[in-house]
Structures are given as structure tokens and as C-alpha cells.
């Protein structure tokens, strides 16, 4: 089974890349992809860049040239308060929290695609993990703002974590019918008072081990 992994950052992407064997890489479409192996798994990685346009590109990319099995996004997310700073989030669901086509259609829904983008792995995979299951939402803004949280709760009541690229890869991979898997490692708590300290000091203070998850998951799948 071949596996992709992408980020967004430069500092996520560092977290991963040490655990790659064999590494190569190569460059197409503008983006360098690192391939491998992670175990015995054939794993192929590539930092998107930030936001759904970057994200939509590179899933895409990395789709068509190296045609993965299964696609996993990871990196950090925003809490919304259902979840903790350092909290692994495993998306069930993941959906946009800024997309709207128009009367007559629904928040949230991109025009032919479902509403939720469900991801249908057993949780045999996930079995000892300490993981929080749940519904990620993805914009392209940095929420940092009560309101803005609030407006994401009114459309999503039980998300847990939002981002700026997971349903953007989630759409490409529904549209070319690969498997997709979320795991996002919580960050800070959009709308408090010290939410972008609190990102700022997650990069000093967040142990390596909150990545190890991925390990896992990769040798279980």
C-alpha cells in the first residue's frame, strides 16, 4: 500500500521527515514531495503551503503522479474547545465552515460534493491511541476570534478542531476516490485571550511524540 502524507508548514513537515527511511525527493508541479518508506510502508510526503487553493493543488499533484492508496493530512489545528492544546484530533467528518453556493443550497456544501466528507476508517486502527474522534472544520481564515468560532459551532455544534486545508484535500480525494484519513494535533484555542501566544508557544513546547500517532496509524493501515 503506498500512503501520502501532507502538511501545510515548514515546521510540520519537519516532524515528519525524520521518520522517513530511504528519502528521496522530487520535484513536479512546483512542489517537492519527499518519498520512502515509514516500516515497511512506501509513504510519500509534501508540504502544501497554507490554505485550500494550496492544499486543493498539491492533493492533486501528488494524486495523479504518485497515486496513493490512502491520503492522510496532518499537522495543527484550532481547538474549539471541545479539545485541549496538545490533543490529537482524528477527523470522522470533515466539512467547510466557509463555503456557501447560493440560495436554495446548504452552508457548507460545495456544489456536487456531499455536505460532510466522512472518513470511513474501523477504529481497530486507532485502537490505544490517545486520539479525540470528531468533526474538523476547515475556512480559509486563521480563526482567532470568538465570533468566528461561534459562527462555526452555529453551522457545526460538535466540531472539535478547524484548519485551513483538510476539507480542501478531502474534496480532491472524494472527487479521484482515494481514501482519506485527518489527524490534526490541536494547537490553541481560537477566541481566547491568548490564543495566538499559545500558537506561537505550541512550536517551542509541543513534544515530538504527539506526531508518533501517525507512526501507528501508517503501520496499521
Known sequence: ??????????????????????????KVNGFTFHSGKMGSREVIVGKCGIGKVNAAVNALTLIEQFRPSVVINTGVAGGTGAARVGDVVVADRIAYHDVWCGPDTIHGQAAGCPRLFISTFSDNIFEGLHIRRGLVASGDIFVSKPSEVRHILDLYPDAVAVDMES???AHVCHLKQVSFLCVRVVSDTPGGEDNILQY???????PQHTFEVIDAVVARL
Request: aromatic share 6%; no cysteine; charged share 25%.
Open 1 to 26: 500500500m503506498k500512503i501520502a502524507i501532507i502538511v501545510a508548514m515548514d515546521k510540520e513537515l519537519a516532524l515528519i521527515l525524520p521518520r522517513l527511511t530511504e528519502a528521496r525527493t522530487v
Open 167 to 169: 476539507a480542501a484535500i
Open 200 to 206: 506561537e508557544n505550541f512550536w517551542q513546547d509541543a
